[in-house]
């Protein structure tokens, strides 16, 4: 395996998102600025994976070009890298995954699966660690009509499938983990069965990620808006990695690396 995915505990993947309305204030200085202090800030809080995004991927977010894309996550990569804690680049795009692996990032997050044009090529010439998730439909109207018989094995069946393309393709089965993509074209019943489920994900015999943080299915079942979720975050980080999830990914690294000291010195 991968010496990223070796560790014996969870690992904690902070996400450190960069499109504009994640830092609305002040020009192009501002906001490399506020984010290379965030990462600051998560390395001391004990962040193991650092995940930067360029492309907003909530439901009914706008596709980002390429260009813009880029411009936004591969100064903070170059900026952040020489720190020293990996870095995923989160994106569906080849090139993006190219160039972000280039500035220093150590894995690639793809909410797409590698599906898009090019990308499980770029991922196979690149080597590193990558993220295969799962999502039904687009992101614009994924939440319209999610729809399935079994929602367990459907997905198990997907990422099944892409993993072995992905082997196929070049990409060893040791750089490879999954993630069942919480709130990706899911209702909360839906997401309730994958979490309750998220066992049976290890009969893939693959680490298991899991971003379920601050999303809305916690929302839902809290009735806490985005910014009181934390307690119901740190409640389904826990549930997770009792099912043997390998990797969380959140945005409260402090609080979560405390969670899962208490999980760890138990278990
Ligand atoms: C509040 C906060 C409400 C965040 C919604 C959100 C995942 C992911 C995202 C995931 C992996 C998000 C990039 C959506 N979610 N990558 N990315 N797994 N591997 N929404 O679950 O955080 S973005």
Do not use: W
Not at 68 to 81: G, H, M, Q, S
Not at 120 to 136: D, F, G, R, Y
Not at 257 to 265: P, T
């Amino acid at each position: 395996m991968h010496k990223l995915y070796q560790s014996s505990r969870p690992l904690v993947m902070g996400i450190l998102n960069v499109t504009p309305d994640s830092f609305s204030d002040g020009g192009q200085f501002n906001h490399l600025g506020a984010a290379v202090k965030q990462a600051e800030r998560m390395i001391k809080e004990g962040v193991d994976i650092i995940d930067i995004g360029g492309e907003s991927t909530r439901p009914g977010a706008k596709p980002v070009s390429e260009t813009e894309e880029l411009a936004r996550v591969i100064p903070l990569i170059e900026a952040i890298a020489p720190l020293g804690t990996p870095i995923s680049i989160d994106t569906s795009k080849a090139e993006v995954m190219k160039a972000a692996v280039e500035a220093g990032a150590q894995m690639i997050n793809d909410v797409c699966a590698l599906q898009q044009e090019g990308a499980i090529e770029t991922a196979a010439e690149l080597q590193v660690p990558v993220c295969l998730m799962h999502m039904q439909g687009k992101p614009r109207s994924m939440q319209a009509s999610p729809s399935y018989e079994n929602v367990v094995l459907e997905v198990m069946a997907f990422l099944a499938q892409r993993v072995q393309l992905c082997e196929q393709s070049g990409i060893s089965r040791d750089l490879i983990s999954v993630d069942p993509g919480f709130g990706f074209g899911k209702s909360l019943e839906h997401n309730i069965e994958l979490l309750r489920g998220l066992e049976h994900f290890n009969q893939l015999q693959l680490p298991v990620l899991v971003g379920i943080s601050r999303k809305s299915m916690l929302g839902q079942i809290t009735g806490r808006e985005i910014n009181q979720r934390l307690p119901a975050s740190i409640a389904a980080a826990l549930i997770a990695v009792g099912k043997k999830a390998s990797i969380i990914r959140v945005h409260d690294v402090a609080e979560t690396v405390d969670a899962l000291k208490i999980f760890n010195a138990i278990n």
